[in-house]
């Protein structure tokens, strides 16, 4: 059974810092792109970071680059988000995602999410 499950989700003051992990099974985690997107209430999903399975290249959205850095431990399966210098505009359902197409997508598998709150 393919599953991709987060946490690390939580509460946290404006400039704080979470990290976020996302845990793979089921499925070859090192020939998979891993991406984490978030989304808020109203808004559209929109993309955070990215990291490759050909070359493990890191990408990045423009809202949160300098402040998020993504890594994998391929012997756990396991992705990591970290977020320094949170912001309220950050508070979102943070869910990470499997492609077999690169780091573009589609996504073939999506976690549930976790929630990331930062007050002001």
């Known amino acids: 059974e393919v599953q991709l499950v987060e946490s690390g989700g939580g509460l946290v003051q404006a400039g704080g810092s979470l990290r976020l992990s996302c845990a793979a099974s089921g499925f070859p985690f090192d020939d998979y792109a891993i991406g984490w997107f978030r989304q808020a209430p109203g808004e559209e999903r929109e993309g955070v970071s990215f990291?490759?399975?050909?070359?493990?290249?890191?990408y990045y959205g423009d809202s949160v680059k300098g402040r998020f850095i993504v890594s994998s431990d391929n012997a756990k399966n396991t992705e990591y988000l970290q977020m320094n210098s949170l912001k309220p505009e950050d508070t979102a359902v943070y869910s990470c995602?499997?492609?077999?197409?690169?780091?573009?997508?589609?996504?073939?598998?999506w976690g549930q999410g976790t929630q990331v709150t930062v007050s002001s």
């Open positions: 990291i490759s399975s050909s070359d493990g290249s890191t």
């Open positions: 995602a499997a492609s077999s197409f690169g780091v573009q997508g589609p996504y073939d598998y």
